[in-house]
């Protein structure tokens, strides 16, 4: 009896952790910015969906290995919920009042370049897709105009 109660227990633990594993994997990497050990904790609980995606971010280098179901995910959106936490990637600025309410430590050099700005909410990012905010449509930055601002 025992033995059996045994087996039955090995058997649903490799069930379930079987089950666990994300499928249809797809692995890339994408630079993230970030400066200490409070953004890795942020970066990755921000990326990581269970059975979905697994976001690894590397503070030295700050490259990022993402392992993702390519049928229930794509590289764009794990990024943009990254940038929506306050972190910039080559692909996705974080919106400036999310980045302003980042602890002290946190706030890293932004190097990347706003190229594009919703005229709704005032988001600015580097791609001309849709607003991660108000899902409006993105316009180009005027540089320019920009140049006089400052």
Known sequence: MKKSI???SILLFITTFSFAQIKNVKIETAKIYGS???CKAKIEAAGN???ISQVD???NTLMATITYDAKKTTLSKILK???MAGYDSDQFLAPDAVYAKLDECCHYERI???NYECKMCKTTALNSEK???CNMQMTKINKKTEAKKQ
């Open 6 to 8: 045994i087996i039955i």
């Open 36 to 38: 200490c050990f409070m």
């Open 49 to 51: 969906r269970n059975d």
């Open 57 to 59: 971010w590397n503070l």
């Open 81 to 83: 919920r990254i940038a």
């Open 112 to 114: 990347a370049k706003h």
């Open 131 to 133: 607003c991660p905010i």
